[in-house]
């Protein structure tokens, strides 16, 4: 059973991840079983295992899906290598160089790096407001022209697009020049490449490897944090491709200053360029991804009907990451083709209760006030008192509006918290600000503000 549905899912994965991407994560893995719902794959290293389950999770659960295999999680073991073959340590620091992970090298040596997502491209990229200035800068420095702002320095929070945007400069980088040295690798490659050299004794290699590309990339930067010689081959490699005017691209979860540990020297290094960050995403933006990504899985499902009002619902619900959303919507699609249904609001309510539940965000009454007050520049205390000043009465009702409906606290008990007034203010205060903010753009672009500020 297992080798029949293997050899399937693999066929539709290699069409999925892409050839590279199949030879090197995909094809060392063996599928050995089934056990209450989860798929038991066994892969070569601890590295590819990780790899794996990092990025190429959803898409073997899908393809198992699809392949009539009813599984809701892998478990990826190490299993002993192929008798004959070199043995590696489980916790090994050095993987080999993932074949297919080499990005254009015509100087000779394949470059060590990290392999690049078929579907990580510009064209799939969907630009909104919180994206689009990390998108220009994107697009400016993969037209390869004139370096101009150096390093790129993309932050963000998880899953909002900055791996996505750093493969597309790739791959745009690799269209436009096949001759030029892109290389893409995470600061963990990036780690694992320095820790082997210095192991086998090449770091003369590693350091000459590195300060031959014409553009180097290295994604979530924050994890060398703490590490301190990791650190400081970084900056010597940052230092020597800048002084070359060699363009490079960094990307991590929050901007330099904040990354905890890391030296002073290089936090000032990777400000001296373009810092650029993904905003949370809107709800505009949501709604176009997700619209984007309904082709896409129509790709892999077939043409499933999806109710008009469903891609709504997502957006305004799954306010947390893309990823997120992302896998939403293919679990609704895997559902539909299984059941040949289509997707519906019930349906997609009753599939997705876990993610939706989890993605709530639970905005207290406190918080609202907190925000309201910093934002119209009153004293928290005035505006849970009892001053009737227009100034403070306004925001006052705004927090109102707000708690009524950001949480799910009643009337009451939202009265309790503006200093224990009646169920009947509260109300008024809510209608009061629905009536206003028909007519009154600023208000209205205040309570935008203040819930977006308030979900992120
Ligand atoms: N604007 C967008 N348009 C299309 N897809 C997007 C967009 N933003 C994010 N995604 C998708 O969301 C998923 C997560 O994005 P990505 O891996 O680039 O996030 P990240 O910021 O690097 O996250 P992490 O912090 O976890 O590394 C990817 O599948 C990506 O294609």
Redesign the pocket.
């Known amino acids: 059973m297992t080798n029949g549905v293997w050899g399937d899912v693999r066929k539709k994965l290699r069409d999925v991840v892409g050839e590279s991407n199949f030879i090197t994560w995909i094809a060392p893995l063996e599928l050995t079983g089934f056990r209450g719902g989860v798929a038991q794959l066994a892969a070569p290293t601890n590295f590819i295992a990780n790899w794996v389950n990092r990025n190429f999770a959803d898409q073997i659960l899908r393809a198992l899906n699809a392949a009539g295999a009813e599984v809701h999680r892998l478990d990826l073991a190490v299993q002993v290598r192929v008798p004959g073959t070199r043995p590696e340590a489980e916790d090994s620091p050095a993987p080999a160089a993932p074949r297919a992970a080499a990005v254009a090298a015509p100087q000779g040596e394949e470059l060590p790096g990290a392999p690049l997502d078929a579907?990580?491209t510009f064209d799939?990229?969907?630009?909104?407001k919180p994206?689009a200035l990390a998108h220009a800068a994107a697009r400016r420095v993969a037209e390869g022209a004139a370096v101009t702002f150096n390093p790129l320095f993309l932050y963000?929070?998880?899953?909002?697009?900055?791996?996505?945007?750093m493969h597309a400069i790739a791959w745009e980088l690799q269209a436009r020049n096949p001759e030029a040295r892109v290389l893409y690798l995470s600061a963990e490659q990036f780690m694992y490449r320095f820790v082997q050299a210095l192991r086998e004794k090449q770091i003369m290699d590693f350091k000459s490897l590195f300060r031959s590309v014409d553009i180097l990339m290295v994604?979530?930067v924050q994890f060398i944090a703490g590490k301190d010689s990791t650190q400081e081959e970084f900056f010597h490699t940052f230092n020597a491709l800048i002084d070359q005017n060699k363009q490079i691209v960094i990307?991590a979860?929050r901007a330099p200053g904040e990354i905890k540990d890391l030296e002073e020297r290089i936090k000032s290094r990777l400000q001296s360029g373009l810092v650029v960050d993904?905003h949370p995403t809107d709800y505009e933006?949501r709604l176009g991804?997700l619209q984007?990504?309904v082709d896409q899985n129509r790709a892999n499902y077939g043409n499933v009907s999806i109710a008009p009002d469903v891609l709504e619902f997502l957006a305004h619900r799954i306010t947390t990451?893309?990823?997120v959303l992302?896998g939403a919507l293919t679990r609704l699609f895997a559902l539909a083709s299984l059941l040949g249904r289509e997707i519906t609001l019930d349906m997609t309510q009753d599939t997705l209760a876990d993610i939706l539940r989890s993605s709530e965000r639970k905005v207290t009454v406190e918080e609202i006030q907190r925000k309201v007050a910093e934002h119209y520049n009153v004293r928290l205390s005035d505006l849970i008192g009892p001053k009737r000043l227009r100034t403070i009465a306004r925001p006052r009702q705004v927090a109102m509006y707000l708690a009524k409906h950001m949480t799910t606290r009643s009337l009451p008990e939202i009265g309790r918290r503006f200093g224990g007034r009646d169920h009947t203010t509260i109300l008024h205060g809510v209608r009061k600000v629905e009536e206003l903010r028909a007519q009154d753009s600023q208000l209205s672009e205040d309570l935008d503000l203040l819930r977006r500020l308030l979900e992120s």
């Open positions: 579907r990580y799939n990229f969907v630009v909104g994206n963000g929070g998880v899953g909002l697009g900055k791996t996505h945007l994604d979530d990307s979860d993904l933006l991804i984007q990504k990451n893309v990823r992302e």
